[in-house]
């Protein structure tokens, strides 16, 4: 079982950046593809951003492509996602997962533990 902490979400204006970082606990992070999803209000959770257990590949919602990065740290046990030229609609609360199995997913229902997520709001 892993725990999931995330931080950095904040209020910033269209255009500007913030990183994500969520921390987990335990000793077997390295074993847990990761992903990042964000909810707003009223909707369903959507998918954002995966990495694999080694961090060797990405995936990315066409959304966020080309603005968002997601990177891990296995040794700090931590997966940021880096979030430049931010959107008004970009604005929701933002959640780690974990998935302890190879590959990636990039849906909800594949994540098995999940933090208790950051605010993020983008002022236009």
């Known amino acids: 079982q892993v725990q999931l902490v995330e931080s950095g979400g904040g209020l910033v204006q269209a255009g500007e950046s913030l990183r994500l970082s969520c921390a987990a606990s335990?000793?077997?992070?390295?074993?847990?593809?990761m992903g990042w999803f964000r909810q707003a209000p009223g909707k369903e959770r959507e998918f954002v951003a995966c990495?694999?257990?080694?961090?060797?590949?990405?995936l990315y919602a066409d959304s966020v492509k080309g603005r968002f990065t997601i990177s891990r740290d296995n040794a700090k046990n931590t997966v940021y996602l880096q979030m430049n030229n931010l959107k008004p609609e970009d604005a929701a609360v933002y959640y780690c997962?974990?998935?302890?199995?190879?590959?990636?997913?990039?849906?909800?229902?594949?994540?098995?533990?999940w933090g208790q997520g950051t605010q993020v709001t983008v002022s236009s």
């Open positions: 990495i694999n257990r080694s961090g060797s590949y990405v």
């Open positions: 997962g974990a998935l302890p199995r190879m590959g990636v997913a990039t849906t909800a229902a594949q994540y098995d533990y």
């Open positions: 335990g000793r077997t992070f390295s074993s847990y593809t």
